[in-house]
């Protein structure tokens, strides 16, 4: 296993044989709690992550006692408090070019052509439900609680989940979760869909985590990443314009290397070995 350049909140370790990575929070002395070196760093540790070709399928996890806490209340208010209470318009207009700053990494992760998994452990507060709403898959071990805790400290979601949850949990439970700021366990994440999966403690959770990471990294590249650019379209069109789209889409990139060579795959009775 190979360490990939770092910064401050995060640790990436790559597998490169098997193309896979584990992206950390890293912040365990403060339960992962979301300080400026998260928002800041989040884009460019996925570009770095995305432009890496060594790196199909990426699991981000947290390190210590806790996936995240969420925003770094206090420290981040005395920090940008100017930029908070603005009276200008001017100013106002920099605090929403700075909102678009700290959402830019959470729209990276989801709009990337890597398949991310998050891994939840512990605690999964505001924009750690934002965080893993962007991720393709998501994994949970049994102690994990999940909270949508805007509303509880006077702030409307702004970082993905009110866009995201919707899609993937539904109008009724996004409300619930949004509206109440109410804390829901393992077990109730999985069945209004938040989760793929719960596994009974972090270590199992982690080795299914892997198990899934190296499954997809095993097909088809192309395939995998054009499913991902299918499933992400699909979300904010139609169907007919998703029917048009991904015949588009595959009128122009059907014919692969992987697929001529599953086709030879195929004919001599053996498995695909693919790019």
């Known amino acids: 296993m190979q360490s990939a350049g770092s910064f401050p909140f995060f640790e990436l370790r790559k597998e490169p044989a098997e193309k896979i990575a584990t992206l950390y929070l890293n912040r365990p002395e403060k339960r992962n709690a979301m300080h400026w070196p998260f928002w800041r760093d989040l884009p460019l540790i996925v570009k770095q992550i995305e432009e890496d070709p060594e790196i199909r399928v990426c699991i981000v996890a947290g390190h210590g006692k806790s996936f995240t806490t969420g925003l770094d209340f206090e420290p981040f208010f005395a920090e940008f408090g100017e930029k908070i209470s603005a009276d200008t318009g001017d100013g106002r207009l920099k605090f929403y070019e700075f909102l678009k700053v700290m959402q830019s990494g959470m729209n990276a992760i989801a709009e990337a052509r890597t ?33 949508l805790r805007e509303t509880r400290v006077a702030i409307v979601a702004d970082m993905g989940s009110l866009a995201r949850l919707p899609g993937l949990i539904g109008q009724s439970a996004t409300r619930y979760l949004a509206l109440t700021g109410a804390d829901i366990g393992a077990g109730e994440a999985l069945r209004i869909g938040l989760l793929n999966f719960v596994l009974p403690d972090q270590t199992s959770l982690m080795t299914r985590a892997r198990e899934l990471a190296l499954e997809i990294a095993a097909n088809s590249w192309p395939a995998v990443s054009g499913t991902k650019a299918m499933l992400n379209y699909a979300q904010d069109h139609g169907v007919k314009e998703n029917l048009d789209h991904v015949l588009l889409y595959n009128a122009a990139f059907l014919d692969t290397l992987d697929l001529r060579e599953m086709l030879r795959a195929f004919q001599e009775k053996r498995r695909p070995r693919f790019v």
């Open 115 to 147: 398949i991310f998994i998050a891994a939840v452990h512990r605690h999964c507060i505001g924009g750690g439900l934002d965080l893993i709403a962007s991720c393709d898959l998501r994994l949970a071990s049994a102690d994990a609680s999940f909270s």
